[in-house]
């Protein structure tokens, strides 16, 4: 069951993980070491003025970071929102996944809406 950062349950989150991903994580786990992800609460975001029924997504908005994730470390914050992951524009969840994949370590490129200023960071999932 996943939650967003307010606590309240969240329906319909799907997540596709490749089995070498999940053998990693295996190997992680049976060493002792707990593995997790960018720290990132996501929803797709749309425009103003455009009709969510049938246009698409322009980007991912941030509704939650959680505390000493990688995402927080970055100085990424709730309300930014991710356009792109390694050079490649990002508008939805299935493509943001996609991109994420198997790899350590990405280039998240964001947008703060409230100064009109993009950024990139690079991120790698944090090892607890």
């Not at 990132?40 to 049938?54: H, I, N, Q, R, Y």
């Not at 996944?97 to 947008?111: E, F, K």
Request: glycine residues 10%; contains cysteine.
């Amino acid at each position: 069951m996943y939650s967003d950062s307010s606590g309240q349950r969240m329906e319909g989150v799907n997540y596709a993980v490749s089995a070498q991903r999940i053998n990693e994580l295996i190997d992680g786990l049976t060493s002792g070491k707990a593995v997790g992800e960018f720290g990132m609460d996501l929803s797709p975001a749309w425009e103003k003025g455009t009709d969510p029924t049938v246009d698409p997504p322009a980007a991912l908005e941030i509704l939650g970071v959680a505390s000493g994730s990688a995402a927080a470390t970055a100085g990424i914050e709730t309300g930014d929102y991710v356009v792109g992951v390694d050079n490649v524009d990002v508008t939805d969840l299935v493509a943001y996944c996609a991109l994420v994949g198997d790899r350590q370590q990405h280039t998240i490129s964001t947008y703060d809406a409230d100064v009109e200023t993009s950024r990139d960071d690079s991120l790698s999932p944090a090892v607890w």
